[in-house]
């Protein structure tokens, strides 16, 4: 038995669970954090795109270059505002329920719930 069960048995608490309100303000944070990747990742898309004017002697045709430097940032940006939302989700589940659903194998079982085992 871990230190945190046996002092929970000895005092008849329970230790602290998944479910800890203060995951809500973790999820916030990241949500605010994965807009503002978001938001910093258009101009940075936008930076990327360099439009060169060729002289008239080849036809005044006017190129587009995309700069890699800004391009990957954009990316990586997007794939961290991505990656804050999962984690954003998992905080946002378990600071609302924890697990629903699920009892605790060490309690007895109530009066109108059945055994697990065959009669």
């Given at each position: 038995m871990r230190d945190s069960?046996?002092?929970a048995s000895s005092t008849g608490?329970?230790?602290p669970g998944l479910h800890q309100p203060r995951?809500?303000?973790v999820f916030g944070i990241e949500l605010v954090?994965?807009?503002l990747l978001v938001a910093a990742a258009f101009p940075a898309w936008g930076n990327s795109v360099v439009?060169?004017?060729l002289p008239a002697a080849s036809g005044g045709v006017v190129v587009s270059r995309?700069?890699?430097s800004w391009v990957t940032l954009a990316v990586l940006a997007v794939t961290a505002a991505g990656l804050l939302l999962l984690d954003g989700l998992r905080q946002l589940?378990?600071?609302?329920?924890g697990r629903s659903g699920a009892r605790?194998?060490?309690q007895p079982p109530l009066e109108d719930e059945p055994l697990d085992h065959p009669s």
């Open positions: 069960e046996s002092a608490t329970r230790p995951r809500l303000v954090l994965a807009a439009h060169i004017d995309m700069l890699g589940m378990l600071g609302v329920g605790d194998s060490t």
